[in-house]
């Protein structure tokens, strides 16, 4: 144990490699941003996908799509020929966005919505029920799972459940729903988890901050989305073990985009710094090429649609399967206390 805690303490510390990394990836976006603000939304989307003659009906899941850039994946895919299940805490919200998706012409796949809340097990429970017996998806299998949601709070919360409102909403939860889901999920399709460039000055406790009195906004966004990155790329590599054809598991970082994803935050980032990032449509980009493009290179992370280098931890495989354990053992708490049918 003591081996792990100076493995935490090894690489929590900020390198200039990280530092490097994180700046680099600024002018990366920019670049991006100048590329695509030179068309219209309407017409750049024209170059990415094609609105399906004969749609295709597979199925697709999206976490936090009532707003921001889910919402924007989920028309990528509904325009694609995709059937989507699109999630979100409030209910009002979920049925104004399922109306405004249904009513635009261009969709031709059919779209759902359901009340999902990361940070509420009994609503995860709630929502797999709801998906393991509702009869449209019977013998569907979903083929492009998207774990979008997130939440970056000002303040400290503690969910229902007992753990940290950034870790439930941005880690926990998904693991939760993606070991549920697993065997709903055919060969070859693909699991995208939202990361965030923010994983460059990330860092992890060996108790994950759960009761680190001092918490900060950023740095506790910043530890969630490292720590799910450290999951995502270790349950890759545990598909890809065992069968070659498998479900690939991708991170995907959108760039900056003015969404309503710091409504908690301060004045300057709230207000300020928005005028400066890019739309959800453009942001949305990147889920949707990794989504539906044919080809990947093998690489796990992606930056506004190209591979990227991920922090250097992650690759330190004892410190993964540590994580990895702890995170199950979360799950399995957390999950103590819920029924889920399993077909
Ligand atoms: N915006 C950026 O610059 C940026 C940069 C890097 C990465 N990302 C990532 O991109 C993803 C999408 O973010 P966004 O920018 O589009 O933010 P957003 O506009 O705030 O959308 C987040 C979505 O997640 C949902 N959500 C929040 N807490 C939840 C919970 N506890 N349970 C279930 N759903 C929850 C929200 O639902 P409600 O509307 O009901 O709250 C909303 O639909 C996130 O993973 C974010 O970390 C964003």
Redesign the pocket.
Known sequence: MEEIRNRFKHHNQRSNEKNIQFIKSQFFELNYRFKYSLFSDKLSRMFTFQKSDHPHHKLALI????????KETALGLLIEGYDVII????ID?GLRTLTELKTNKNVTGTVYFRQ????DGNSIKDFLNWFMSFEDFNSKKISRLIC????SNFKKTITKDGFESNFQ??VL?NVVLIQKLLPRMANGSRILT???QVIFHGSISDNFELTNRDYEQYSAYANS?LLLMFYSYELNLRLDTYNSDSIKVYSV?????R???M?DAGFFIKRVLPKF?MT?QV?ARNSIYVSLKDYLPDEHYYVCQEPYLMPPEIKDDDLRFEIWNKLHEYADDLLENIEIKTD
């Open positions: 976490t936090g799509s009532t707003t921001g850039i889910g999630t979100g805490r409030d919200k999902l809340d990361l940070c979008n949601a997130a939440l909403a941005n939860g939202l990361s965030s989305k970082h959108p760039g900056a985009v969404t309503e994803l409504r990032m959800p942001g």
